[in-house]
């Protein structure tokens, strides 16, 4: 039995369906990360924002690395410590 090929038509849709879906997703969460600079409401340090971009770079490098052929490693969870 000869497995069933997907239309490479059906598969552009497909990916540029849920790229949109995720990179919106991505994109309104970090917004969101942006909210925390109101100092009225939380108190963080220099450090802990260095802390959160150097991860969203590295986040973003994955992702870049991944779609270049070049398989990165996978991170952790990310944590800042009270």
């Known amino acids: 039995m000869e497995a069933e090929r997907t239309d490479p038509s059906d598969r ?5 369906t849920l790229a ?4 919106n997703r991505a994109s309104h ?4 990360i942006g909210n925390l600079s109101n100092r009225s409401n939380y108190d963080w340090a220099e450090e802990d924002v260095k802390k ?9 490098k994955e992702v870049e ?3 270049l052929g070049n398989h990165g490693q996978a991170g952790g969870d990310f944590v800042i410590r009270p």
């Open 52 to 60: 959160i971009v150097r991860e969203l770079r590295r986040a973003v």
């Open 29 to 32: 969460a970090i917004k969101t």
């Open 12 to 16: 552009r849709t497909k990916f540029a």
């Open 20 to 23: 949109s879906k995720r990179v």
């Open 65 to 67: 690395d991944r779609f």
